[in-house]
């Protein structure tokens, strides 16, 4: 186990009807005047708009919208975003969506008090001293940015997609209300899902050894959510199966798991491009990378791919064949985002040939990626065909 | 699962040599004049007193110092740290040590802004609008003490042995090196891990369902402690070993696996007696108490304890007998304490029946124990009975 810090101080409100609060929580972490940020009309359609409004005028808290961020959360948005905020005088910022419109909302609130221009920060050419507070309501369990430290932006300019960490950048407070998910269609369920998962393996494939605990924690996220995505896609409406997904979706990536451990991070790193070149969503383009990533780089370390099938997957374990049995995992992983709907396969994304060069290109363009095997551009490229 | 709030600020800092840290994260939490509360001679002995020292000299944090915690900390050294707090300008409290330092040092920051006498709020007669920080470095892994809401107080007028809990209460910071637990007798490393057992038994056994994710963090941290315990007590500076200790005894303590269910706590009440007229250890108290617990109220929710025997203990689940494979769980817990050294019977802590009834009746004087199985005096009497 490795030295660690761990700070996580965003303040989980988690359960029904809990977007009734926000008014008051958003006062309660000091807002005056918010930039009420969110994404397209689902929020109007449902509801939870109206609902908000309402919470925030009953706290008397004064608001500014900006809606439009779409998935992939565009930094001419962000840009829009942070002029608003200056002009207007807001000084927080409450995000009412999924991860996107999260990052969108931590990048206007990084920029906002910043001299020079916000791409500053996802090029690693700045580091923030101060960001406007940012609060949440979720409504998709996905990128788990409801208590991260992280925000994902593409620039247009070239479709960059870039991240930018700072402890700054987690939420003062997150509203978690599972019931927001119902109207999740059953894609974004899954891709959600496969977010999540994501966000764990991550973390769980590492070589840094007597890292038990954290193991056993990432196991008890992952097979919650493998048991409860097929149910949520069957039974839309069911709270216990959205519920157990939400607060998964927020363990998975609030850096809990990550405690005393390295984490690889290369398939997210490899899934960005294609987001980024062919507007993937982000969850559904891992749900084809990781597998693919996995089958690249297991040899590399076989007892964490073994222990990975036995323990989340309950493969057998075959004593004469560990390799079997770390394959059969890689295999039932595949099998089970297939089975929630999800394309497992470059084709099955109408993905070709044509750009995996240009991709591997660009992802490896800093360097090599990832930190369990380091991959260059000819390994990245070879993902990308495994993938196919 | 039920709507629930999840708030830990504690800034955890882990690993080795982290205690050398100590005065920067005091003064970044803005300690300029700390009192440095300790226990017996152990610190000083083994060097840590000199580093702390060291790093507060060098950060520029003057100190004054109360020593003398016993286990089972008592009200009258709590009153006396007020005293030294308000009489010289005292703004933190440090404390060093385990769960009964920290319990005192937390009383003392709660104690110095309150007009009346500390034990009110104990007696749940005040709530507390403000308190002084107080930052830890943890020696021992067994109260979790150092990122709760809580802390225990004995007063030893009557021997009351009694809990106050206030989100105010959570350390500002807790230095988590597990070298520092290297020098702890096999007793105290099994005592403490039966505490930290019980911290999360205390919140395993609840009635609330579709609490899957929760039950498995649960899982996970029970079954580090138990495979790392036996390690520590062979090899005790097998860091690996104490690092998943004292990492486990945080989470199981931290409200993470609270999140969404109701706890039970009657075996912490229950024990507390045993503590105070016995003055036996808390840790040493519980391998007693929570088996025989267990015992009295298995029936009532018999797939609780099913889950527990299986997915804890590896019991072989008899599907035609699930009476059986739940107390097969219980056996193996007794079992497992025993192999770490401690009593597990009240016998063996040389506890005889002549107070058994006196104990139950002040258990249960303020009103039934317990939420899994309410309790009264009778039931908690009966349950010391089958722990004799």
């Given at each position: 186990?490795?030295?660690?810090?761990?700070?996580?101080?965003?303040?989980?409100?988690?359960?029904?009807?809990?977007?009734?609060?926000?008014?008051?929580?958003?006062?309660?972490?000091?807002?005056?005047?918010?930039?009420?940020?969110?994404?397209?009309?689902?929020?109007?359609?449902?509801?939870?708009?109206?609902?908000?409004?309402?919470?925030?005028?009953?706290?008397?808290?004064?608001?500014?919208?900006?809606?439009?961020?779409?998935?992939?959360?565009?930094?001419?948005?962000?840009?829009?975003?942070?002029?608003?905020?200056?002009?207007?005088?807001?000084?927080?910022?409450?995000?009412?969506?999924?991860?996107?419109?999260?990052?969108?909302?931590?990048?206007?609130?990084?920029?906002?008090?910043?001299?020079?221009?916000?791409?500053?920060?996802?090029?690693?050419?700045?580091?923030?001293?101060?960001?406007?507070?940012?609060?949440?309501?979720?409504?998709?369990?996905?990128?788990?940015?409801?208590?991260?430290?992280?925000?994902v932006?593409?620039?247009?300019?070239?479709?960059?997609k870039?991240?930018?960490?700072?402890?700054?950048?987690?939420?003062?407070?997150?509203?978690?209300?599972?019931?927001?998910?119902?109207?999740?269609?059953?894609?974004?369920?899954?891709?959600?899902?496969?977010?999540?998962?994501?966000?764990?393996?991550?973390?769980?494939?590492?070589?840094?050894?007597?890292?038990?605990?954290?193991?056993?924690?990432?196991?008890?996220?992952?097979?919650?959510?493998?048991?409860?995505?097929?149910?949520?896609?069957?039974?839309?409406?069911?709270?216990?199966?959205?519920?157990?997904?939400?607060?998964?979706?927020?363990?998975?990536?609030?850096?809990?798991?990550?405690?005393?451990?390295?984490?690889?991070?290369?398939?997210h790193g490899i899934e960005h491009e294609l987001s980024a070149?062919?507007?993937?969503?982000?969850?559904?383009?891992?749900?084809?990378?990781?597998?693919?990533?996995?089958?690249?780089?297991?040899?590399?370390?076989?007892?964490?791919?073994?222990?990975?099938?036995?323990?989340?997957?309950?493969?057998?374990?075959?004593?004469?064949?560990?390799?079997?049995?770390?394959?059969?995992?890689?295999?039932?992983?595949?099998?089970?985002?297939?089975?929630?709907?999800?394309?497992?396969?470059?084709?099955?994304?109408?993905?070709?040939?044509?750009?995996?060069?240009?991709?591997?290109?660009?992802?490896?363009?800093?360097?090599?990626?990832?930190?369990?095997?380091?991959?260059?551009?000819?390994?990245?490229?070879?993902?990308?065909?495994?993938?196919?």
């Amino acid at each position: 186990m490795l030295n660690f810090e761990f700070y996580n101080p965003t303040h989980i409100v988690f359960g029904k009807k809990t977007e009734t609060q926000v008014g008051d929580m958003v006062k309660q972490y000091g807002g005056r005047r918010v930039l009420l940020h969110y994404g397209g009309g689902s929020i109007k359609k449902y509801g939870l708009y109206d609902s908000i409004i309402k919470s925030l005028e009953a706290s008397g808290v004064e608001y500014i919208e900006l809606s439009g961020v779409k998935p992939n959360p565009r930094l001419s948005l962000v840009r829009e975003g942070i002029r608003m905020c200056r002009e207007q005088g807001a000084d927080f910022i409450l995000a009412v969506g999924g991860g996107s419109v999260i990052d969108s909302a931590k990048a206007i609130a990084t920029g906002t008090p910043y001299g020079g221009d916000v791409w500053d920060f996802y090029q690693g050419m700045a580091e923030a001293e101060t960001v406007l507070p940012v609060g949440v309501v979720l409504t998709i369990p996905a990128a788990g940015s409801e208590s991260s430290t992280g925000s994902v932006i593409t620039n247009e300019e070239g479709w960059y997609k870039r991240a930018y960490n700072s402890l700054l950048l987690r939420p003062r407070f997150a509203i978690l209300n599972p019931e927001l998910s119902y109207t999740l269609p059953p894609f974004q369920t899954a891709a959600g899902a496969a977010d999540i998962m994501a966000h764990v393996m991550e973390r769980y494939f590492t070589d840094v050894t007597h890292v038990d605990l954290t193991d056993r924690l990432c196991e008890s996220t992952l097979r919650t959510v493998i048991k409860y995505v097929p149910i949520a896609l069957m039974e839309p409406e069911n709270y216990d199966a959205r519920a157990e997904i939400m607060w998964a979706g927020t363990i998975a990536h609030n850096d809990l798991l990550a405690t005393g451990r390295i984490g690889d991070w290369a398939s997210h790193g490899i899934e960005h491009e294609l987001s980024a070149v062919y507007d993937v969503a982000h969850g559904a383009g891992l749900a084809v990378v990781f597998p693919a990533w996995m089958k690249y780089v297991y040899a590399h370390n076989l007892d964490r791919f073994v222990q990975f099938a036995v323990r989340v997957f309950d493969v057998e374990y075959d004593f004469s064949d560990p390799e079997r049995t770390a394959l059969q995992g890689i295999e039932r992983l595949r099998e089970y985002f297939k089975s929630t709907g999800l394309a497992v396969t470059l084709k099955d994304l109408d993905i070709g040939d044509d750009r995996l060069e240009e991709m591997a290109r660009k992802c490896a363009e800093d360097g090599p990626v990832g930190n369990f095997v380091k991959l260059g551009e000819k390994d990245v490229w070879e993902i990308y065909r495994l993938a196919k």
